[in-house]
C-alpha cells in the first residue's frame, strides 16, 4: 500500500465538512470570533459566517446538523447510503441526514440548485 486510502465501491465520497456553531445573533457571534477571538472570516452570507481556516466551523442561524459533509451529488450519496442500510432523512433533493452507528447525527448535502 502506497498510504493511499482504498475506498469500498458503497463509499460515498466526502468532500469536505463542516462544524455549525448555532447562534442567535451573528453580529453579536462574530464580535466574540471574530474581534474577541481573532479568527478571520472567510465568507460571509445572510444566515451564515465561515470561519477561516479553523477546521471548516461556520456559525449559522439555519437547521444544519451539528456536523455536515458535503457531496458532489446528495442523491446519489443517499441511493449509495440507503444501499448499505443506513437511513437517509431527506429535507430537500440536496440535503439531508443520517444517524451514525453511535446516535450521531450527521448532515449531508451538495450545493447543486
Known sequence: MTGEKETSSKAIMITE???F???RNLERA?????DI???DV???ESEWVDLAPILGISLSRGDEELIE???D??????VRL???GVKVKRKSKHGGRVTDPFGNVIGIHDHRK
Open 17 to 19: 465538512g463542516h462544524a
Open 21 to 23: 456553531i448555532h447562534v
Open 30 to 34: 462574530l464580535e466574540f470570533y471574530k
Open 37 to 39: 477571538v481573532g479568527i
Open 42 to 44: 472567510k465568507r460571509s
Open 69 to 71: 459533509f458535503h457531496v
Open 73 to 78: 451529488d446528495f442523491e446519489e450519496a443517499a
Open 82 to 84: 440507503e444501499n448499505a
